[in-house]
Structure formats: structure tokens, C-alpha cells
């Protein structure tokens, strides 16, 4: 199976230690979060991995040359040249899956106890175009699902904005999820990134898309996650690892 992992992001919460290193290769528990992301996901099957690159690139290649690719095949789609967000960064991988399977999409800073076995199968049973995992934590930026989990929309509640491809959207009826930064996609997403160029985000095309297709909402059960985003996430990122061993 195939997956993208997002390793070009600037970390700019992670100062000082992404003003010298990338945000992949910040040490948890004494390894990068890029390889406990990749072991991760090696162990439940992905054998053919694209990491995008930007930020310290150079730092990440030679880290992955160093460890023989852990195995499996690694190659690096490169935006050293510019930052072209989530939206852009799958489109420009796009090349990578050309098997008409669909692939999965992580971010390096998310760490999880999600069974991708079960998210895969998920997808495919729904034979949506997408499919993101979501969970009911607290964050100020919501997706908006129906009773179906399929997308309506998003929300910012603090600031009372909302966005929706459905005019008549009453989002006192959607039930409010956060995304958790990784997602399942069928090949078929390229056809409808027609026209989109450039540097764009994957929730924006969501949403610009939801009303046309069905894009699913996958709730895991029995959550463990944490996002590594801040300096003081650190030590309970190494507390999830040590205590999911």
C-alpha cells in the first residue's frame, strides 16, 4: 500500500528547535517523529511511501539515506522551492499513486493508536472519493457532518465563521468533529483537483467539492492521539509513546 507523510511544514510552534532542524526529525523517546510515523505505518502494511520535503530538506533525505529507507521504497517529493500546503502537496504527489488504489495521507506530527487496517477497509466500503479521520475533542476548528458522517462544512467557533458548499447548511443540526490531520483518498481526487494550482488547502477543496461527492467522516473508536505542534507537547508525546507500548 501506498502513503504520503507531510514532512515539509516549518514547525514555527517547535522554536528553537525547528531554527536548526526539521519538524520530522524532533526527537521523541529518543527517535525523529518522521520514523515513528513511517514504522508506524510500515507495520500495518504501506510499503511505498512519498515524503514531501521543504524545510531542512537536506536533513530529512540524508536521514532517510542513513537508515537504508527502513526497508521499503521512500521516495521525496520536493518543495524546496515553495510550500505548497496540504492541497498542493497531494496534488504535486500525485505521480506517486499510479496504481488506482487509494492511498493514505498522514501528518509527521500526529502520533496515534489508529488501526489503518480498519480505516482502509472503511473507505473502500464506502467507495467515497475521501475519507478523513475525525474525533470529539476540543479545538476552536470543527468540520461540520451530517447524520451520516458525510461533509457539510466547517466552523470556527470562536470567531462564528462558517464555510459550506450547501446554502441552506444549519449547522445546529451537523455534528462537530476535528480532524486529525490524517485521511484516506482514492485516485480519483485528481480528476477533480482540475484546475486547482499551485499552493491550496485540502479542507478548502473539500469543502468547495462536498456537495458534489461524498466526503466521509471516520471515527475511530477508543481514540489515542496527540498532535505534536508545541514545545510543551514534547513530554506527553513521550508519555503516549511509552505508555502505548
Known sequence: M?????????????K???????????PIDGKPLLEHVLRKLIAN????????????????????EKNDNFGIRIVISDEREALLETGGGIKKASWFFDDGKPFLVHNVDILSNIDFEKLYRYHLEHQGVATVVVSERDTARYLL????L????????KTGEV????????????????????HVLSPQIFDLMAGWNGKF???DFYLAIASQTEIKGFVPSNLHMIDVGKIDSLYNAELFLNNSL
Request: a negative charge; charged letters at 20%; glycine letters at 6%.
Open 2 to 14: 501506498k502513503a504520503l507523510v507531510f514532512a515539509a511544514g516549518l514547525g514555527t510552534r517547535l
Open 45 to 64: 502494511g504501506f510499503d511505498e511511501i512519498i515524503i514531501n520535503v521543504h524545510h531542512f530538506a537536506d536533513q530529512i533525505i540524508a536521514f532517510l
Open 150 to 157: 458525510r461533509l457539510n462544512g466547517w466552523t470556527n467557533v
Open 163 to 182: 464555510k459550506s458548499p450547501f446554502e441552506a447548511l444549519d449547522i445546529s443540526l451537523c455534528r462537530r468533529l476535528a480532524f486529525s490531520g490524517i
Open 16 to 26: 528553537p528547535m525547528t531554527d536548526t532542524m526539521p519538524k520530522a526529525l524532533v
Open 201 to 203: 488547502s485540502i479542507i
Open 145 to 148: 457532518f451530517d447524520d451520516d
